[in-house]
């Protein structure tokens, strides 16, 4: 490669010839042309290919043709090279700022007319609103620029390389720069012009840039305009017609605030905005703006004078089949969907979201911490020695970066932080960085977690912070220390407030404690609440060799370094389905809270600034689940902040089955986001009439007999269940190991809250070495009387001395079955063990068994750290939407709190089982699955799973909680299942 190539590729700086300073994304009546669509396309292994494309007359009619914007990697069929993902590492070696010779390199071409009119235009300037991630551009054979900052925008001048008629632009992207250094966030490495590309023509006369500060103070607004023109520009005219604003600037030295005596303020609740416009002669740009001041006062966040406590999610820009490049409906749906399970705030993880993003977050209230596209993290690896954020050549690209992220997005309401990048170590660039927003904008905190003492930011953030830290820094206690801080240092950062820019780390199945951060927050004012890590899973939709479509992860490209299933740790499935997290976030962060007392219930309204006015209270009593009353409830209108107490309705109680009260808070009219009747909160309350478990009937006249023997419509050979309500069933067998969750794989440290925990070891694989899910059964007796059998069975493991002794007994109780299951480990089980229960296998005989009608915790499958969305109910369910497609298959599907599980096939009832709770009165849970936990474990994705014929019924006394530990701090000790003696009673009817 020629030095000068090898120069520019690993050039530190920002690129040349791009304009500055950077503007607003601005909504104009200027002219432009959008330049997407398809584009002529050459892949080149190297960046070394020869440069003659850039030529008006070069010949591309033997070219690919690609979509502008699209990822080459995501285009035709993988003839252009796969997606690679990692999380921290960087996938190439760490030479910076240099980067291999292979260095993939797309060339583009496309022929664009510029309308005669165009002419009169002053300037015209070619955007580009994305490109990863270093691109050359010539027009007409000109070189006009370069540049990098992938998820940046950049304007170049091209008015001396344009003419009237026929023009060719030429763009040469490389996948991989100096800039892929500092771009090394956990998602997809996807090449490519991935954002629109844009002609804009300038007028003589324009409004080069705009900004509309505005602020609210007690109904009172004030509009300050920073409008960037040419002095000939003016007059400049600010007209807001629904506020009587008609306010015109006959110079710039005139321009000043304008003070409005009544508006609505902007939340991210009530997100009030007001169309403005600012024109000149020449231009007209529309802007919705928002009223609303963002301050720290001491350790609080707030806005309009209200502290904001973030219920957030991380936000990648991902979609199956597109990777990042925008699609508008979908983003739209995706934050109607946030909206709907009570998600207040997005940050943008880890760079800035297609621009339009953020006039949807405007639009549909959302409190956004916009971030800067920084992170080295894979410097990590060499204790960071190289790391750019402290090294002067990097200065100006970083504060480049800084620069187009707040200039791009400044005129938002919904922006309330600015985030200088994540995971980038510390430094002076950052720093930089910094000080640069503090002087652009005065009012907007700045945020960079890895500031942990606290230099150079504002707020006071950390990620996966455990329960018991949370609580250290929300306390006052002078004398604790904080993470990598010196006491001063700690002072210094608990005078600020806190926010988890990233915790609960919702990869599969999982996490749990959510409620547990929750509460914190109520208690302590300076914990502001957090973002979810993550929104959504990154799956891209690929098939396998026969077709079977599937959402693939890391390694399914074939990447010699990859992460796995790391990039599938979203709320939100791959193909947006919400995972039963999703459901447990909402219920934890709904806005309502109700505190039953007697025959009153307090209504709390925990909202940051909006009441009550837009809800409606409904009420409804069920026994044993079945709806025996309804109606609504005269709630007066709550304030946010207060909380009122209204009287129950009368709530008929049954003596012979359990009465529960429902209460529901639904939206009174429909809002952008969810029709009328949506619900926002819910909350149960317990009225059953007590009614003890039937006494266990001890027998006695037990004889050994281990031949056949039916009992009621059991069938049994040598002890061994054969036949149930005329089908074949066998079981009950021991099972004791669940197919690991992603937080059961987790080995992260994190773990000093749990003794269960071995440091640096997963729970699944001291499961797998103590051979859980290789039990063997030994049976030492059976023996019956006139109506009961009993067995006992000594399960353990191939090298292992560790057992459990099972006794299981079948008796006919009135004109049911009853089965008594007592489970006792032997000494020297150490670890936590996944569940204690009991699988039966039902083949299919004449028909499958395909779906159950329960009652007891549902609809979605619950864990005793994630019980908060779970309600007590009467549900049905089909087989396969009892499990959850979780991108790697696990653990799914354990429904909690059993009372009367009803197995079907087809429309038919198949057997009726009554789960009776044990001596401490607790009850079990049931999972109905295609698959044992052991196929379960052995499938990379849902498409290895095998065909089946045989259903699969496990009732658990009891189950492991889920924890984060995939990235973050293990199950919580009260929620850890440790080996211990259970029972399981159940009583079977036939049918
Ligand atoms: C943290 C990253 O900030 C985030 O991008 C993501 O990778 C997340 O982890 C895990 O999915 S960093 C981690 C070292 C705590």
Not at 24 to 50: I, Q, V
Not at 178 to 195: H, N
Not at 408 to 436: C, F, Y
Not at 530 to 541: A, C, N, P, T
Request: contains cysteine.
């Amino acid at each position: 490669m020629s030095s000068e190539l090898s120069a520019y590729v690993s050039d530190t700086t920002p690129g040349r010839g791009a304009l500055r300073p950077a503007r607003s994304w601005l909504h104009s009546d200027a002219p432009s042309r959008s330049l997407n669509g398809p584009w002529r396309f050459r892949l080149s292994p190297t960046a070394t290919a020869a440069e003659d494309f850039t030529d008006e007359g070069f010949d591309d009619r033997g070219w690919d043709s690609i979509p502008v914007p699209s990822h080459w990697v995501l285009e035709g069929d993988g003839a252009n090279g796969r997606p690679i993902y990692t999380n921290i590492r960087f996938p190439f070696p760490i030479d910076p700022p240099h980067v291999p010779d292979e260095n993939p390199t797309g060339d583009y071409r496309r022929h664009f007319d510029l309308p005669a009119e165009w002419s009169d235009a002053e300037r015209v300037v070619l955007r580009f609103d994305g490109v990863e991630s270093l691109f050359t551009v010539w027009v007409n054979g000109v070189g006009i620029g370069a540049a990098s900052g992938s998820r940046l925008a950049h304007e170049f001048d091209v008015t001396s390389a344009v003419r009237p008629g026929d023009n060719v632009v030429a763009v040469r992207v490389h996948q991989w720069s100096a800039a892929s250094y500092v771009e090394d966030q956990d998602q997809w490495w996807l090449p490519g012009i991935f954002r629109d590309v844009t002609l804009i023509a300038r007028p003589a006369g324009g409004i080069e840039d705009v900004w509309l500060r505005t602020s609210f103070d007690h109904g009172r607004g004030r509009v300050d305009a920073e409008v960037t023109a040419e002095a000939s520009a003016f007059p400049v005219t600010l007209r807001i017609p629904e506020l009587g604003v008609e306010q015109v600037w006959a110079t710039a030295a005139e321009v000043a605030p304008v003070d409005v005596a009544e508006v609505e303020p902007w939340s991210a609740e009530r997100p009030r905005l007001y169309d403005a416009t600012v024109s000149t002669a020449a231009e007209s740009i529309t802007l919705r703006v928002g009223f609303r001041t963002v301050e720290i006062r001491g350790d609080r966040f707030l806005v309009n004078g209200r502290r904001v406590v973030f219920h957030g999610v991380n936000r990648h820009e991902t979609h199956p089949e597109r990777g990042r490049v925008f699609d508008e409906q979908h983003a739209r749906e995706d934050l109607a969907r946030m909206k709907r399970f009570n998600v207040n705030a997005i940050r943008t993880s880890h760079y800035p979201p297609h621009p339009r993003l953020l006039d949807l977050a405007d639009e549909l209230g959302f409190w956004v911490v916009l971030e800067c596209d920084l992170e080295t993290h894979g410097f990590d690896k060499v204790d960071w020695v190289g790391n750019p954020s402290d090294d002067p050549a990097w200065r100006e690209a970083y504060l480049d970066r800084i620069r187009r992220t707040v200039e791009r997005d400044k005129n938002h309401p919904s922006i309330v932080i600015w985030s200088l990048g994540n995971e980038a170590g510390t430094g002076s660039n950052l720093a930089a960085m910094s000080a640069w927003v503090h002087a652009r904008d005065a009012e907007r905190p700045v945020h960079y977690e890895g500031d942990y003492t606290g230099e150079y930011t504002d707020i006071y953030s950390r990620m996966y912070a455990s329960v018991p830290e949370t609580e250290e820094i929300g306390s006052d206690d002078a004398r604790s220390t904080l993470m990598n801080c010196t006491p001063a240092q700690s002072a210094r950062q608990r005078g600020k407030p806190f926010i988890l820019c990233e915790y609960a780390h919702a990869m599969g199945n999982g996490p749990g404690a959510f409620d547990q951060y929750e509460e914190l927050v109520h208690r302590h004012p300076r914990l502001h609440g957090g973002f979810v890590w993550e929104w959504r899973d990154h799956g891209i939709l690929a098939e396998t060799p026969d077709g079977t479509p599937y959402y693939a992860y890391g390694g399914d490209f074939g990447e010699v370094v990859h992460d796995g299933n790391f990039v599938m740790d979203g709320m939100l499935l791959s193909n947006d389905v919400p995972t039963p997290s999703l459901h447990e976030y909402k219920a934890v962060a709904q806005p309502v809270r109700f505190v039953f007392d007697g025959d009153k219930v307090a209504i709390s309204n925990l909202r940051h600034s909006a009441d009550t006015s837009d809800l409606r209270f409904r009420w409804r009593v069920e026994h044993d689940g079945t709806p025996v009353d309804a109606g609504d409830l005269e709630v007066p209108l709550v304030t946010a902040g207060e909380s009122g107490l209204v009287p129950l309705p009368r709530i008929p109680v049954s003596p012979d089955a359990e009465t529960w009260l429902t209460i529901d808070a639904v939206l009174a009219e429909a809002a952008a986001w969810a029709p009328e009747g949506h619900v926002v909160a819910t909350a149960q309350l317990d009225r059953s009439a007590r009614r003890p478990a039937p006494a266990v009937r001890h027998r006695t006249g037990w004889r050994p007999d281990a031949g056949t023997l039916t009992l009621g419509t059991a069938g049994f050979v040598g002890g061994s269940l054969v036949r149930l309500a005329g089908r074949p069933v066998t079981g009950p067998r021991l099972e004791l190991f669940r197919a690991p969750t992603d937080n059961d794989e987790g080995a992260s440290d994190g773990v000093e809250e749990s003794d269960a925990s071995v440091a640096g070891v997963s729970s699944a694989d001291l499961w797998r070495r103590d051979g859980l899910h290789r039990l063997t059964t030994r049976r030492l007796s059976v023996e019956r009387t006139a109506d009961a059998l009993r067995t006992l069975d000594r399960v353990s493991a191939a090298d292992s001395a560790l057992s459990v002794m099972v006794e299981s007994v079948w008796s006919v109780e009135g004109d049911e079955l009853e089965l008594r299951v007592e489970i006792e480990p032997s000494g020297g089980w150490r670890t936590v063990w996944p569940r204690i229960g009991i699988r039966f296998e039902l083949p299919d005989g004449t028909a499958p068994v395909d779906g159950a009608e329960w009652f007891g915790l549902g609809p979605h499958e619950s864990y005793p750290d994630s019980l908060r969305a779970a309600r007590t109910g009467r549900f049905s369910a089909g087989i396969d939407d009892l499990s959850v497609d979780y991108a790697r298959p696990q653990e799914t599907g354990h429904r909690s709190r059993l009372r009367h599980l009803t197995l079907r096939s087809g429309d038919a009832e198949v057997l009726r089982i009554t789960a009776v709770p044990d001596r401490h009165g607790r009850r079990p849970g049931f999972t109905l699955s295609r698959h044992t936990p052991q196929q379960i474990a052995a499938a990379g994705h849902p498409f290895e799973l095998p065909d089946t014929t045989t259903s699969h019924l496990i009732v658990d006394a009891a189950q492991h909680g889920l924890g984060s530990r995939a990235c973050g701090p293990d199950v919580w000790p009260e929620f850890a299942l440790r080996p211990e003696a259970r029972t399981i009673r159940l009583r079977i009817a036939g049918v």
